[in-house]
């Protein structure tokens, strides 16, 4: 019998820190796309507020130092789960955002991208972001 697909390499599962920073990305790229004024259908509502909720879970409980942090992983966990609420309110389109708000979550995901994805850019991919 033939086998497609991509040959068989040796993988590890993904661990909790894997886990982790999978659902951080997706919650940035989720954010940004609402603040550039992508539309969020309900399914792309509940998925936001579902991995909002995961994240803020997990920061609780996961041990930071394999991030190697340059500052205090206490006030990287309190700027993830601020994050988190942030994401909450912004999709759930009940949180008036102004100019001063904007910026405040613009730069805690700057900071938080800069400790957790070093030398990484978090691009969004518009043609998948104007399907709801």
């Known amino acids: 019998m033939k086998r497609f697909g991509s040959a068989h390499q040796k993988m590890n599962e993904m661990g909790e820190k894997e886990i982790f920073l999978m659902h951080l990305h997706l919650m940035i790229i989720m954010i940004k796309a609402s603040l550039k004024g992508y539309h969020a259908g309900k399914f792309r509502k509940a998925a936001a507020l579902d991995t909002a909720s995961i994240v803020h879970k ?36 009940d949180y008036p955002l102004g100019i001063h708000r904007r910026e405040a979550v613009l730069d805690n995901i700057e900071i938080i991208t800069e400790y957790a ?14 399907v709801a």
């Open 58 to 93: 997990l920061v609780s409980n996961i041990d930071l130092t394999f991030l190697g942090l340059k500052t205090s992983s206490h006030l990287f966990r309190e700027r993830v789960k601020l994050l988190s609420v942030m994401a909450a309110a912004i999709v759930s389109e």
């Open 117 to 130: 994805f070093p030398n990484k850019q978090i691009e969004l991919f518009h043609e998948v972001l104007r």
